[in-house]
């Protein structure tokens, strides 16, 4: 069950909120679409770096390959729970392995390049690790902290490390900021997309409860006329009067159940034997426009 902004939010449909769900789905399979994307784009560029001299440059290979492993437990994780049951735990560990990951794998790259996102490829990788905290937190207040906690891990681990190689400074705060940047961001859409869901929810709730005091109001209005007694107690006018109301609240209510109309096909359930009150009713002679379907109007109260 989902939480709307005032609380859960319960749908029409077996007391579970079915967009809510469908709505966590979609966004748990856009962060794997991210991650995965974000992967091979890290396996590309380290690919063309080391490839030609694998020997010497197998860290990046290596640091990429911890990170895989550590991923494919967050996708499923993700898969099989949706995002905002994550354990805050999992996603500190993902950002976490990352960025290291991202530290160790850079000293294999000359100085000059090692806050280059493509020089070892996992910049973009660990990046995504932000997209996850802003997806996966219900608040804004702990999506801030959380990457802001990676941005800091990312210039002590990756940034300072590289300046004395006369790297700019302005690019390692830039790339920090993209930690909280992808949060914030990520953090805004899942929000919006979860409100949506929740506002259909609440929505497909409302119509159900209208249609079934609708159906309650239809039938309280026409019990009143399928009393036995009402053509014992009639008598002369009065009796074609309660016939003629028999009548309209018998179409009326068999347009409410099956959507059939005066003048559409008969009902195909076989006659069942005895007398009923709408016995009465079928041998009365219709006019051709005679008896139409009220719709809005209540059933005429018998008079008799």
Not at 75 to 101: E, K, M, Q
Not at 188 to 199: I, M, P, Q, S
Not at 257 to 277: A, I, K, L, N
């Amino acid at each position: 069950m989902g939480e709307g902004p005032t609380g859960p939010v319960t749908g029409a449909v077996g007391g579970t909120a079915a967009s809510r769900v469908q709505a966590e789905r979609i966004l748990s399979l856009g962060f794997v679409v991210i991650r995965s994307v974000s992967l091979v784009q890290a396996f590309l560029a380290i690919a063309f770096r080391a490839l030609p001299a694998i020997g010497e440059h197998w860290l990046p290979f290596a640091c990429l390959s911890v990170f895989l492993l550590e991923s494919t437990v967050v996708i499923v994780t993700v898969l099989h729970r949706n995002l905002t049951a994550l354990p805050p735990a999992l996603i500190l560990l993902d950002g976490t392995v990352g960025i290291v990951s991202l530290a160790v794998a850079v000293t294999s790259a000359p100085g000059t390049e090692r806050l280059t996102p493509w020089s070892v490829g996992l910049h973009m990788a660990a990046v995504s690790a932000g997209a996850l905290v802003g997806l996966a937190r219900r608040s804004l207040g702990s999506t801030l902290l959380l990457s802001s906690v990676f941005a800091t891990l990312y210039l002590v681990a990756v940034a300072v490390p590289a300046w004395p190689h006369q790297v700019s400074v302005a690019a390692a705060i830039s790339n920090s900021l993209m930690y909280p940047g992808f949060a914030v961001s990520s953090a805004v859409f899942g929000r919006l997309v979860r409100d949506l869901a929740d506002e259909a929810d609440r929505s497909i709730a409302r119509i159900a409860a209208l249609e079934r005091e609708h159906g309650r109001e239809t039938v309280r209005e026409v019990l009143p006329l399928l009393s036995p007694e009402i053509l014992t107690d009639a008598e002369g006018p009065a009796r074609s009067r309660v016939v003629d109301q028999l009548r309209t609240a018998y179409h009326r209510m068999r347009f409410f159940v099956d959507g059939v109309s005066p003048r559409g096909p008969q009902p195909t359930s076989p006659t069942r034997s005895g007398r009923e009150p709408f016995d009465a009713v079928e041998t009365v002679a219709v006019a051709p426009g005679a008896c139409p379907v009220p719709t809005t109007d209540p059933i005429p109260r018998i008079t008799p």
